[in-house]
Each structure stands twice: as C-alpha cells, then as structure tokens.
T-cell receptor, first 113, second 114 residues
Framework: DQQVKQNSPSLSVQEGRISILNCDYT??????FLWYKKYPAEGPTFLIS?????DKNEDGRFTVFLNKSAKHLSLHIVPSQPGDSAVYFC????????????FGKGTLLTVNP | NAGVTQTPKFQVLKTGQSMTLQCAQD?????MSWYRQDPGMGLRLIHY???????DQGEVPNGYNVSRSTTEDFPLRLLSAAPSQTSVYFC?????????????FGEGSWLTVV
C-alpha cells in the first residue's frame, strides 16, 4: 500500500520551459512534505519542503504547491536547466518524525538543451 | 551529503555471509536512519534511532540489525545475506525533529548478494 505516489516515472522538457512534477499521498496524517533530487551514484539532496499549513513555498526557481483537499502536491521548476536532470523524490512525514520519511518511487526528469 | 559517511561504497557478498555497513556523522545529530532503494522504488525505511542506545524498526527491518552505541555511529548489520538484500543502502541523519531541520543523506552503499 503506497502512501506516497509519483505516477509519472519520467518527464522530458526543453531547457527554459517549466517542469512540473506531481505527487499524491493517501495518509492524511502526513503534515510535512519534501522534495529530494538524486543524481546517479549519489545520495538524495534536499530541494524544498512545505508544511501542511501552507499551500505554497518558493525558493528561487523551485516552487512547491500543496492541495490538501486533493492530497496532491507538485514541484514546479522554472526555468528548467540541463543540470536539473535527475530523479526527483517526493517524501512525507507526520508528527515531527523527520527521521521516518515515506518516499514516492521517483520521477526521472530530463531537461534537453 | 556533507557530514554523513558510509562505508563501503560497493560490496559483493555470497548468500549466507554476514557484513556490516558503516555509517558515521560528525554533526552531533541525534536522529539517524537507514533506507534501502531498489530499482523502480523509492527509499524504504529499514531501522532508525532517536539517540544513543535507542533504535526501532522501520518498514522493512527483516534480515537487518542495528545498534547505536555512540551518537556518531549507526551500523547496519546483515547477519545472513540473501539475494533479496541486493540493494542500495542510504544512511541519513538530522539534528532534530520537525520543520526546518535538514535531513542529510550519505552517498550510498551498493550491495550485491550472489
């Protein structure tokens, strides 16, 4: 039973355009959501996060939107750059337990020059 | 990945052998976790620790043991390796719970059990 779902295994966009990565969750106890970026042969690197009391968080080119009623969040990258090509994981936790993350399966983003 | 060191980076084991994956952090973090990542899957929690001397099971703990004798170290032991334990293992640490506390991951340990 997957509690965090990333239904798109891959996404390809042109450099300079917007990348939108989606994530759905089923556990209504989750109150904090994170996006991680992962390059091959490296560990995940934190990108951006959002608390369930917010609906948007922005950091430079990265914006995360949260729709609690739909149990859906999305990561927008504008403009996309070739260096953004990586696997992106959505993760969540509840009750402050950031040491017990639940991850989605990931989406491979390819940004073409 | 600053501050979380995993060794070895690569290991091949025969079925039934035992080994320990090492994880060390130098950031004085209380909270440490082990995850495994399999092809087409996200990371899944194996075991975690909320401080020295305290450990608990995650989502997929079978076949693994952990201990936390010091704040810095959190080794993961495979007592009798099985092919199903072929995976990439990631150690993570964070200084505290809740928002705003960055979770740092190590670079991963690639384990193959033949």
């Amino acid at each position: 039973d997957q509690q965090v779902k990333q239904n798109s295994p891959s996404l390809s966009v042109q450099e300079g355009r917007i990348s939108i990565l989606n994530c759905d969750y089923t556990n209504s106890m989750f109150d904090y959501f994170l996006w991680y970026k992962k390059y091959p042969a490296e560990g995940p690197t934190f990108l951006i996060s959002i608390s369930s009391i917010k609906d948007k968080n922005e950091d430079g080119r990265f914006t995360v939107f949260l729709n609690k009623s739909a149990k859906h969040l999305s990561l927008h990258i504008v403009p996309s750059q070739p260096g953004d090509s990586a696997v992106y994981f959505c993760a969540a936790y509840s009750g402050g337990s950031n040491y017990k993350l639940t991850f989605g399966k990931g989406t491979l983003l390819t940004v073409n020059p | 990945n600053a501050g979380v060191t995993q060794t070895p980076k690569f290991q091949v084991l025969k079925t039934g052998q035992s080994m320990t994956l090492q994880c060390a952090q130098d950031m004085n973090h209380e909270y440490m976790s082990w995850y495994r990542q399999d092809p087409g899957m996200g990371l899944r929690l194996i075991h975690y620790s909320v401080g020295a001397g305290i450990t608990d099971q995650g989502e997929v703990p079978n076949g693994y043991n952990v201990s936390r004798s010091t704040t810095e170290d959190f080794p993961l032991r495979l007592l009798s390796a099985a092919p199903s334990q072929t995976s990439v293992y990631f150690c993570a640490s964070t200084i505290g719970t809740g928002e705003g506390n960055t979770i740092y991951f190590g670079e991963g340990s690639w384990l193959t059990v033949v």
